[in-house]
């Protein structure tokens, strides 16, 4: 059986499309031609795998049946992409996923049917040949949009074009990470951790306050939820250069999602989790405690809880990868006690220099008020 | 009377924010303090100044008067963001928008009012500082979040950082464009014109193709309706390098609307139209007529005009720069009766390459397929 792998070559990733239509085209004449391909990750059918603190699936394999009504649209559109697919890692060439939808799309003559109607199909699809061959889309040459920036004494180089450049000398924007960062590769890197940041506004302020020079730290900000070039990234810095990570987000349930999306990976991402996930990073803040220990409330430089972000922690605190920890639930009762929330850049209230000045460099040096 | 200019300096703009403070002060003796500032732009008082085909500002004056019950807090409130955004280019930091407002929100002791509820208001108020002082807030400091790419063969320099780099040698994901660009300078630029596209995946679909450097383009993505930084920067490629400039966007009214103001300006801007617009800029696709040139309509590849759509068409269609001009209103009328629009990533439908090798190749060669 196939598995996921972290560098999938090109003649690898071919051998897996080809057998996959080898294995139908040989059904075709002994019996009902079928796609196999494990089944999406929900709620019900992931699996927390406590020790090695990861969202796994429960792998169960589902198929796409030729000789079934309700199958044989989904099977001619598998094939279609999978026929693409080809075509793009052969040509070297790389389609969003809207693009993908525009290809595909075409009436068959005849039924007078089309192949596609809309691009949640497509992209279902893609989704599908993701689980059929195991590998990740962007091995395959399909991207969605969405970028993050990393600032930093870092030098990355562009595979197929030669390129190369540290992400500190490019202004104070940093490099733009794309969606996909598979030509990217790590050279080296002058820095003794990464912090990853939720909002655009915070790596920029760290960034003029000198903070990834007087700390060594690399900045990633993932601009809310990571895209996936950012999650892959993420994890490859950990894996390849060894460097502890730290997520600094919103204290709100949306943050402390984000980085439990970095950490153990997403649902319904569950398959990809040892690819995209990067299960010991470590969640820096805002913590609900900041508020006191910083004075927040008094500034009015807290939110309200709105009746959204009660129903998301009430969700969120019964994952069992939150359940099981005693600090996490302190927070998020707090969180419910004093009706409140808090954003990063709250912490301007007390100046703009302080979060680089003090507040970052005393949980670094606190390391009990970091959680886990 | 001060006037918008380019480059503002440090001095200027300290000088303006002093020479606004000292004014009040001396009313505070005389009689009725009050800052004067130009009313802000709406349909009603901008004025589309037909010679030099840009929208401007009908200058009125209106202003927050001290001794108003209904503008006093709307005057301490602007007294509030004077004096930080002279800190700030004091100090020589950016603040986003969200950290003025926690910046300045504090509560009043003994009237127990709070300076600021909302951020709407600490916006609100910085747009007053712009039209009392006249410059943009990025001349003082205040940056917005929002930011766009830039792929070619161009040198940029960050003036205080002495970075400097080429935007054809970062990979394939180009330079981020930050919002704001006060700082930059731009250096040897080696190409013939520069190309603004509406969405991202259509800016990596052209550098993928390598389009820049086959027809020696600056390649520009506003991501949607462009941040001001990618605005400014357009501005200055054509002002300060003298390079023509297209614009490329999906043919509907919102990326018609996109055109018109990289071209003209934005109403509620209109203020700043000598610094943000561009009056010369030309527009390349997607026309309507493309639909049918391109046979994108036998595709698949178009889509139904919804409610919103209509409801847009009608509106701009109607702005007395689309109004005057006989080629727009036929695109407008010839959208009205097909019911239909098309995006740039619809021309996929043909192949990835068809864009590249094809459709712009095409409208360059013949002048009479663009827009103006």
Same mark, same amino acid.
């Given at each position: 059986?196939?598995?996921?792998?972290?560098?999938?070559?090109?003649? /690898?990733? *071919?051998? @897996?499309?080809? $057998?996959?239509?080898? !294995?139908?085209?040989?059904?075709?004449?002994? =019996?009902?031609?079928? #796609?196999?391909?494990?089944?999406?990750?929900?709620?019900?059918?992931?699996?927390?795998?406590?020790?090695?603190?990861?969202?796994?699936?429960?792998?169960?394999?589902?198929?796409?049946?030729?000789?079934?009504?309700?199958?044989?649209?989904?099977?001619?559109?598998?094939?279609?992409?999978?026929?693409?697919?080809?075509?793009?890692?052969?040509?070297?060439?790389?389609?969003?996923?809207?693009?993908?939808?525009?290809?595909?799309?075409?009436?068959?003559?005849?039924?007078?049917?089309?192949?596609?109607?809309?691009?949640?199909?497509?992209?279902?699809?893609? /989704?599908? *040949?993701? @689980?059929?061959? $195991?590998?990740?889309? !962007?091995?395959?040459?399909?991207?969605?949009? =969405?970028?993050?920036? #990393?600032?930093?004494?870092?030098?990355?180089?562009?595979?197929?074009?030669?390129?190369?450049?540290?992400?500190?000398?490019?202004?104070?924007?940093?490099?733009?990470?794309?969606?996909?960062?598979?030509?990217?590769?790590?050279?080296?890197?002058?820095?003794?951790?990464?912090?990853?940041?939720?909002?655009?506004?915070?790596?920029?302020?760290?960034?003029?306050?000198?903070?990834?020079?007087?700390?060594?730290?690399?900045?990633?900000?993932?601009?809310?939820?990571?895209?996936?070039?950012?999650?892959?990234?993420?994890?490859?810095?950990?894996?390849?250069?060894?460097?502890?990570?730290?997520?600094?987000?919103?204290?709100?349930?949306?943050?402390?999602?984000?980085?439990?999306?970095?950490?153990?990976?997403?649902?319904?991402?569950?398959?990809?989790?040892?690819?995209?996930?990067?299960?010991?990073?470590?969640?820096?803040?805002?913590?609900?405690?900041?508020?006191?220990?910083?004075?927040?409330?008094?500034?009015?430089?807290?939110?309200?809880?709105?009746?959204?972000?009660?129903?998301?922690?009430?969700?969120?605190?019964?994952?069992?990868?939150?359940?099981?920890?005693?600090?996490?639930?302190?927070?998020?009762?707090?969180?419910?006690?004093?009706?409140?929330?808090?954003?990063?850049?709250?912490?301007?209230?007390?100046?703009?220099?302080?979060?680089?000045?003090?507040?970052?460099?005393?949980?670094?040096?606190?390391?009990?008020?970091?959680?886990?």
């Amino acid at each position: 059986m196939v598995q996921y792998i972290e560098k999938l070559s090109k003649e /690898e990733v *071919l051998s @897996r499309i080809k $057998k996959l239509a080898d !294995e139908i085209y040989n059904e075709f004449s002994s =019996g009902n031609p079928s #796609i196999k391909l494990a089944v999406r990750g929900n709620i019900k059918n992931i699996e927390y795998d406590e020790k090695r603190d990861i969202i796994t699936l429960k792998e169960k394999i589902g198929s796409r049946e030729f000789f079934n009504l309700g199958h044989v649209r989904r099977f001619m559109q598998t094939l279609l992409v999978a026929s693409l697919a080809k075509k793009l890692v052969e040509k070297d060439k790389t389609a969003s996923l809207r693009e993908v939808y525009y290809q595909l799309k075409h009436t068959i003559p005849i039924l007078n049917v089309n192949t596609l109607e809309e691009q949640e199909e497509s992209d279902a699809v893609i /989704e599908d *040949l993701e @689980r059929a061959i $195991k590998a990740i889309r !962007e091995q395959f040459h399909i991207k969605a949009e =969405g970028r993050g920036a #990393i600032y930093g004494d870092i030098y990355l180089r562009d595979r197929k074009r030669g390129d190369e450049w540290n992400c500190s000398k490019l202004g104070r924007g940093g490099w733009s990470v794309p969606s996909t960062i598979e030509d990217i590769e790590i050279g080296d890197v002058n820095a003794d951790f990464v912090l990853v940041v939720e909002k655009e506004a915070m790596f920029d302020r760290l960034i003029e306050e000198r903070f990834p020079e007087k700390q060594g730290a690399i900045l990633i900000t993932s601009k809310g939820q990571p895209p996936r070039g950012v999650r892959r990234l993420i994890h490859r810095l950990r894996k390849e250069k060894n460097l502890p990570v730290y997520v600094f987000t919103d204290g709100d349930p949306w943050g402390f999602y984000i980085y439990s999306v970095i950490k153990r990976g997403s649902m319904n991402l569950s398959q990809f989790s040892e690819l995209l996930a990067t299960p010991d990073v470590k969640f820096i803040g805002m913590t609900i405690d900041d508020i006191d220990e910083y004075d927040l409330r008094k500034k009015g430089a807290v939110i309200k809880l709105n009746q959204r972000d009660i129903k998301r922690i009430n969700e969120i605190a019964n994952y069992p990868w939150f359940k099981k920890s005693k600090d996490w639930q302190r927070q998020f009762r707090k969180m419910m006690d004093y009706g409140i929330k808090v954003e990063q850049d709250a912490l301007a209230a007390n100046s703009l220099e302080f979060v680089a000045d003090t507040y970052l460099p005393d949980k670094l040096e606190h390391p009990d008020k970091i959680l886990s």
